[in-house]
């Protein structure tokens, strides 16, 4: 295949077997599925350093946008390519990257990895959505809604797989290692949901149950996606449990953050029907500590309105958005967000990274307690 015909080429690169092993990525092998990755994609920003957490970002869209997801049949793959081009920030592909880059080797050598977080990151909504009927995603319909609800489940699983093969190319002592982790990490994600889904039919959750909840349903896949663009760059053991550290508690305040926006966040910015908790009875840290600061009275109220499930629920999320304010617990969210920040740093402060990249880490978490969307 000539080389203009080549670069033209923009299939769906997550069954590619690369040489990752080679600094320049130059040798591609192709899985017997015959998809071929965008060279293009490869070789751009691969030897330019990152500056600021947006580089990282570019860098992966820049590779991601390169890339068609679509293949036959049809209603398959178009579902897959639908979610994956409804943006997003990309976190935890941005994390993997950064934790690759943290000790010093190349980015690109971290980029299946970051994919197929960012695969097994959208599966999860997929199917999350589907679970809580949610009408939007991102601002868009959710897959579901745009097609139906058994495409929307096999669509789903398939991008597990996919997410899987995009880690194929590594060689077999690191794949190992990569997929044990990324299996953990899946598994755990279902345990989190599931803990989800039973708080909604419970009238009380601990604080303390509820953060392991959201440690699983969100930090763990934060935290991989960080250690393993540790392992792929070679960090002592030391390091990489010392980033899953920190992935785990920025995580933790990433999803105290977004339960506080599903209440108080601009509609136009989510991206998600704000207050879609709310009308789902979800028990959130902020309902937990509205509970525990709110007067007898405010607590009736409360649990009364949790109790309905009304065709428009515009007055019940008025009412309970006006307990979480007087209550405190929504100042109360704030604080956690910015505590569980404080001490990721702590833990980022122990760490063998150079100062430039440290900061760039640390940046990556002011941007996330200042975030409104």
Not at 29 to 45: D, E, G, R
């Amino acid at each position: 295949m000539g080389a203009k015909r080549l670069l033209k080429a923009v299939y769906f690169p997550l069954f590619w077997r690369a040489n990752i092993q080679t600094e320049t990525l130059k040798t591609i092998k192709v899985s017997k599925v015959f998809y071929i990755i965008h060279l293009k994609a490869l070789f751009l920003s691969k030897n330019a350093p990152m500056q600021a957490v947006s580089d990282y970002q570019k860098a992966f869209l820049t590779f991601l946008e390169s890339q068609s997801f679509l293949k036959e049949p049809e209603n398959l793959y178009a579902p897959i390519s639908y979610i994956m081009g409804l943006g997003g920030k990309r976190l935890r592909p941005i994390l993997a990257l950064m934790g690759c880059d943290a000790y010093a080797a190349p980015i690109q050598k971290a980029m299946p990895v970051a994919v197929a977080i960012e695969v097994f990151h959208n599966f999860s909504l997929v199917h999350d959505d589907i679970m809580d009927q949610a009408p939007l995603r991102r601002g868009f319909e959710t897959v579901h809604e745009k097609w139906d609800l058994n495409t929307g489940i096999l669509s789903g699983d398939a991008m597990l797989i996919m997410a899987y093969q995009a880690l194929e190319g590594y060689d077999a002592p690191l794949f190992k290692s990569l997929t044990r982790l990324f299996s953990k990490t899946a598994l755990e994600v279902c345990e989190g949901q599931q803990l989800d889904v039973d708080f909604e039919t419970m009238e009380t959750v601990a604080e303390e149950t509820y953060l392991k909840m959201i440690g699983l349903k969100t930090a763990v896949l934060v935290a991989g996606a960080l250690k393993m663009g540790a392992m792929v760059a070679g960090a002592p053991q030391e390091e990489q449990d010392k980033m899953y550290s920190f992935g785990m508690l920025l995580g933790l305040a990433f999803q105290i953050q977004d339960d506080y926006l599903d209440a108080f966040g601009n509609p136009k910015n989510f991206g998600k029907t704000v207050g879609g908790d709310i009308t789902n009875n979800k028990k959130t840290l902020m309902y937990i500590k509205a509970l525990e600061l709110g007067t007898p009275a405010q607590q009736k109220s409360l649990k009364d309105l949790f109790s309905l499930q009304p065709q428009d629920p515009t007055y019940k999320i008025a009412e309970v958005k006006a307990l979480f304010d007087v209550t405190g617990a929504a100042k109360a969210m704030q604080d956690s967000i910015v505590s569980y920040t404080d001490n990721a740093f702590e833990v980022l402060d122990t760490m063998a990274i150079k100062g430039a990249k440290k900061q760039l880490l640390k940046d990556f978490g002011v941007q996330l307690m200042g975030r409104s969307s």
